[in-house]
């Protein structure tokens, strides 16, 4: 998932800077066809404590480079038990979601996360209230949620409505993470405040794989370990540190509307990989989606 910045230092942005922001909305679009895949041969939390101590490991290196202290501060400690506490909860729902849905529903549904940050800062956030433009961006994507929901009625997707609506929850929670980053991280370090989260997540993940998935939560096959390598070392890694070293450079509002994107990437990607079929929901409902996070995004007093 993106993290947040506020440093702004230059308003024109390079075609190749671009292109590179769009390649990482197409990882991060593949991150939910990776899960599936991993899925194969670990069980939902198995997967999410794999990706996150893989991902924990390299972020503590990179911060150690960098001379960054991942030690709280005495002070911070009860706001990241909190913010750490919606994590594991909104991996929990994602990862259990996509075990019963599509790989390509799952990455519609979690990227409606944005969508899910401009409502919630609209009663949470003072002074950044629905504009026009952001309401018709609403109504335009959720539209599109529902038509995509329409398939679990209509038999284009039938027995995947619990997965859908898990995914579509853990957007919903995502959208939560966002808005409390974004206010904790102009106090805390971004990479503290992330690896802290995984401090407490993995171990969660872990017990309540012992408890609930037992040995059976752990097979193996290649495709399953590349793919868990793929979520923890190229998405939960390298698509952070990446996205942290562009924002220091270019305007994040800016960026961030690429993003809008990233859903396309996952149902593409999960269409090619995986064989699933798009069905005509997720036609029409996917792209009416990204044109609502594109809308949202690029809306006037959009606040990043």
């Known amino acids: ?36 895949i991993g899925l194969q041969e670990f069980g939902p939390l198995a997967s999410a404590g ?35 506490a919606l994590f594991t909860v909104q991996i929990v729902c994602f990862n259990w979601g996509t075990s019963l849905t599509r790989a390509g529903r799952a990455a519609l549904m979690i990227n409606t996360y944005p969508l899910f940050v401009v409502l919630i800062a609209h009663f949470v ?4 209230r629905l504009t026009r433009w952001k309401a018709v ?3 335009c994507a959720f539209g599109g949620v529902l038509i995509v929901f329409r398939d679990n009625l209509t038999g284009g997707a039938s027995g995947h409505l619990a997965g859908d609506a898990l995914a579509l929850f853990s957007g919903f ?49 290649y495709p399953a370990l590349f793919a868990v390598l793929y979520q923890g070392a190229v998405v939960a890694g390298f698509c952070f540190v990446a996205w942290t070293l562009v924002l220091k450079h270019y305007s994040p509002s800016r960026l961030a509307v690429l993003f809008f994107t990233t859903p396309l990437w996952g149902i593409t990607l999960s269409h090619f990989l995986l ?15 990204a044109l609502g996070i594109y809308t ?9």
């Open 1 to 36: 998932m993106p993290p947040n910045a506020s440093k702004t230092s230059e308003d024109f942005i390079p075609s190749r800077v671009i292109l590179f922001v769009l390649f990482l909305a197409m990882l991060w679009g593949g991150n939910a066809v990776s899960l599936k």
């Open 50 to 84: 794999l990706r996150f101590a893989i991902a924990l490991l390299l972020i503590a290196i990179w911060a150690l480079v960098n001379r960054v202290s991942l030690k709280p501060k005495p002070r911070e400690y009860l706001p990241l038990f909190w913010i750490s």
């Open 125 to 128: 956030v003072p002074g950044d």
């Open 137 to 139: 961006g609403l109504v």
């Open 173 to 221: 929670q995502l959208g939560l993470l966002m808005i409390a980053t974004k206010r904790l991280v102009q106090h805390i370090h971004s990479y503290r405040l992330l690896t802290s989260q995984m401090i407490l997540g993995v171990p969660v993940f872990f017990i309540l794989s012992g408890i609930l998935e037992g040995k059976a939560g752990y097979g193996f096959s």
């Open 275 to 289: 064989g699933e079929p798009i069905t005509v929901g997720l036609a029409t409902g996917a792209p009416l989606v």
């Open 296 to 304: 949202v995004n690029r809306s006037p007093g959009v606040k990043k």
